[in-house]
C-alpha cells in the first residue's frame, strides 16, 4: 500500500432529523448519508489507495449494518439479509487490516521493551509488516473487484426506491409512525440489550467482552443517527459514557489479538532468535495483564453510570 495521504477523510457528518415527521422519512435520510459516506471513501481508495479511506469504509459499512437493523420492520428480510451479508463480509476483511495496524501500533510500536533484544525484535517487526501487506494486498483486490461497486450500485438503488410495495400491512403501518417515539424506542432498545449482557464481565471470557463491545457500539449508534431530535446535553451524556466503554472494551481486545499475532509470528522467526522473542513476549505479556486490569476497572465504573442513563420524552427538543 501507498503512504497514507494527510487530506482528511469524509466522515459521517452529524444527522438532522428534526424536519422529519416519520419513520420513513428519518430511514431514507439516514441511509441517503450512509451511501454518500461510502462513496466518497470509495472513490477516494480508487484514485489514492489511501488507508484511512480504507477505514472509514469500514466505519460505514458497520453503521450501515447497524442502521439496516434499526429499521429491519420496514424493510423486506430479502433485502435485509442480502445487504447485510455483503456489508459484514468487507467488515470482517477490513478487519483483520485494521488488527494488523493497532498491533504494529501499539503492543508491537516501534519501540523495543529490551533493547539488549533490538536485533530479533526487529525481527518480528519485520514479519508483523509482511503479513499487513498481505492483508492489505487482499483488500485491494477485493474492494476494487467490482463486487463492492455494484453493491453500492445495488443499495441506492433500492434505497431511492418504493419500500411500500414489497411490505405487508404492519410493514406499511410502521412506515408512517411517528419519528420520535420510535426514536425513543431505539435508543432504550439499545441501552436494555447492552445491559442484559451482565455487569459482572470478570466472569466473561475476552470473546463474550468483545460481543459486549459490539452492543456498546450499537447503542453509540442508535444515539449519534437520532441525536439531533433531543437535548444536546442529555446526548453528549450518553455519548461521552460509551465511548469511553468501547474504548477501554477496545484496548482489551486489541491486547487479545495482539498477543494472539504475537503467537502467530513466533513461528515466523528464524530458529536463532526464538529464545529471544519469548522474553520479548513474556516482557509485552506482562505489560499488557497490567493494562488490562485497569481498562475493566474503568469499564466497570462507566457501566454503572450508563446504568443510570436514559432518554425520555422530556428530553426531546
Known amino acids: 500500500m501507498p503512504e497514507t495521504k494527510t487530506r482528511d477523510t469524509y466522515k459521517l457528518p452529524d444527522l438532522d432529523l428534526t424536519s422529519d415527521q416519520t419513520v420513513e422519512e428519518a430511514a431514507k435520510r439516514i441511509f441517503k448519508e450512509c451511501s454518500l459516506h461510502l462513496r466518497m471513501n470509495f472513490d477516494r481508495f480508487s484514485v489514492e489507495r489511501d488507508e484511512a479511506a480504507l477505514m472509514q469504509i469500514r466505519i460505514g459499512m458497520r453503521r450501515t449494518r447497524v442502521a439496516m437493523r434499526i429499521f429491519r420492520q420496514i424493510i423486506h428480510p430479502e433485502t435485509q439479509t442480502r445487504f447485510t451479508r455483503e456489508y459484514r463480509y468487507f467488515g470482517n476483511l477490513l478487519g483483520e487490516a485494521r488488527d494488523m495496524d493497532v498491533f504494529l501500533a501499539g503492543m508491537l510500536n516501534e519501540e523495543c521493551p529490551l533493547p539488549e533484544l533490538e536485533d530479533s525484535y526487529q525481527e518480528l517487526r519485520y514479519h508483523a509488516l509482511a503479513m499487513r501487506e498481505e492483508e492489505y494486498d487482499v483488500i485491494e483486490r477485493e474492494i476494487m473487484g467490482g463486487r463492492f461497486a455494484l453493491q453500492m450500485k445495488n443499495f ?11 411490505l405487508g400491512r404492519s410493514g406499511r403501518k410502521k412506515l408512517e409512525a411517528p419519528l420520535r417515539p420510535f426514536a425513543i424506542e431505539v435508543i432504550e432498545d439499545a441501552r436494555s440489550d447492552l445491559l442484559s449482557r451482565g455487569a459482572s464481565i470478570e466472569d466473561l471470557s475476552t470473546g463474550e467482552l468483545h460481543q459486549v463491545r459490539k452492543f456498546v457500539k450499537r447503542a453509540r449508534y442508535h444515539l449519534r443517527f437520532f441525536s439531533s431530535l433531543f437535548q444536546q446535553e442529555k446526548i453528549d451524556q450518553g455519548y461521552d459514557i460509551l465511548v469511553a466503554m468501547q ?4 484496548h482489551v481486545n486489541d491486547v487479545k489479538e495482539g498477543l494472539r499475532l504475537m503467537g502467530l509470528l513466533g513461528g515466523e522467526v528464524r530458529a536463532d532468535h ?11 505479556v506482562s505489560e499488557a495483564g497490567e493494562e488490562v486490569e485497569k481498562h475493566l476497572s474503568d469499564f466497570t465504573r462507566h457501566w454503572h453510570q450508563y446504568e443510570d442513563y436514559m432518554i425520555t420524552e422530556e428530553d426531546l427538543l
Open 156 to 166: 441506492d438503488k433500492w434505497r431511492k426506491g418504493d419500500w411500500h410495495s414489497r
Open 247 to 250: 474504548d477501554y472494551l477496545g
Open 274 to 284: 526464538i529464545s529471544n522473542i519469548l522474553l520479548l513476549m513474556a516482557e509485552k
